[in-house]
């Protein structure tokens, strides 16, 4: 690979349609103020680089970035791209990542709105990131040990595994299907309305009305505190630690809770049935 060490780039597609160039110590910055640095390339390497440009890596592939910073002004960094490594930087700018294939994301803290929209295949470890509309519709997703803050994450994902992570949201999941979360942490409103095929297992999940309107949802010895209106029109397999505030009208399978606060049923088409010590409690009598 040729190599471009410290140096400044700020024209307009100042590096166009490169192709195998490691860039170390450079800087995207400066005032002509040009767009799409690295648009159109192919076997690019960033390390240690500073980003302070819009659009800077649009239509490439294999990409490997390190150490390296994008800020506010890096908006829309990497669009319809494809093979790319990133490692140990920081992602700032607005609409970070967006129809790109196969990523691999480790040790980053990301900060950008509607950031991974329509990814299909990536790889998330090791990082923080705050967002609104995070990673809307993309797919084949594997998250481990990442820290999440935002609203309305992870909408029509599909093809999802996420292990280890701690996610403070607000209505997460919706219409997302296929999806695995384990040995992880929930919190916030209107987790997972309209999903399909859903399971969590060993996670600790509250906050309010989560999980309704869902259809196949597993939950597999899962805490659930300062959670209400539960399960609404739910279809549900469930097996509960800890008590739960209320359950609103699941409309079928079984839920295993030790402890309820209020069971509310009012709807005639809710058959789900939940299952407390002895006792089984449905829509029209108590069981023993």
């Known amino acids: 690979m040729d190599i471009i060490k410290e ?4 024209e307009e597609r100042a590096l166009y349609a490169s192709n195998g160039i490691k860039l170390e110590n450079c800087r995207f910055e400066g005032p002509a103020d040009g767009e799409s640095a690295l648009k159109e390339s192919k076997n690019i390497s960033a390390e240690n680089c500073f980003f302070d440009l819009r659009y800077p890596l649009w239509h490439d592939n294999k990409l490997i970035i390190k150490n390296s910073e994008m800020t506010q002004n890096c908006r829309a960094a990497m669009w319809y791209s494809e093979d790319i490594t990133i490692e140990n930087s920081t992602l700032y700018g607005i609409k970070a990542l967006r129809e790109c294939r196969n990523v691999v994301i480790d040790g980053c803290d990301i ?3 509607e950031f991974g929209w329509s990814v299909n295949g990536i790889t998330m470890n090791n990082t923080r990131a705050e ?5 809307m519709r993309s797919e084949n997703i594997n998250f481990k040990n990442v820290n999440f803050k935002g609203k309305y994450s992870f909408q029509y994902i599909s093809d999802a595994v996420f292990e280890n992570c701690v996610f403070d949201t607000k209505d997460a999941f919706w219409h997302g299907k296929n999806i ?3 040995n992880s942490v929930i919190k916030g409103e209107y987790l997972a ?8 297992i060993n ?9 309704c309107y869902c259809t196949d949802l597993k939950l597999i010895d899962c805490e659930m505190t300062n959670t209400d209106l539960a399960f609404e029109k739910s279809s549900v397999e469930a097996t509960i630690t800890t008590k739960i505030d209320s359950i609103k009208n699941p409309l079928e399978g079984h839920i295993y809770v030790p402890e309820f606060g209020e069971l509310i049923m009012d709807d005639e088409n809710a058959r789900g049935r939940v299952i ?3 006792k089984v409690y449905c829509g029209c009598r108590t069981c023993a």
Do not use: A, N
Request: proline share 3%; hydrophobic share 30%.
């Open 193 to 200: 309305w309209y999903s399909e095929g859903l399971t969590l």
């Open 111 to 113: 900060i950008s709105s």
């Open 180 to 182: 695995v979360v384990r």
């Open 131 to 135: 967002s609104e509309y995070f990673m």
């Open 7 to 10: 140096r400044t780039f700020d």
């Open 203 to 211: 996670c600790k999940i509250s906050g309010t009305q989560p999980f």
């Open 276 to 278: 407390s010590g002895r």
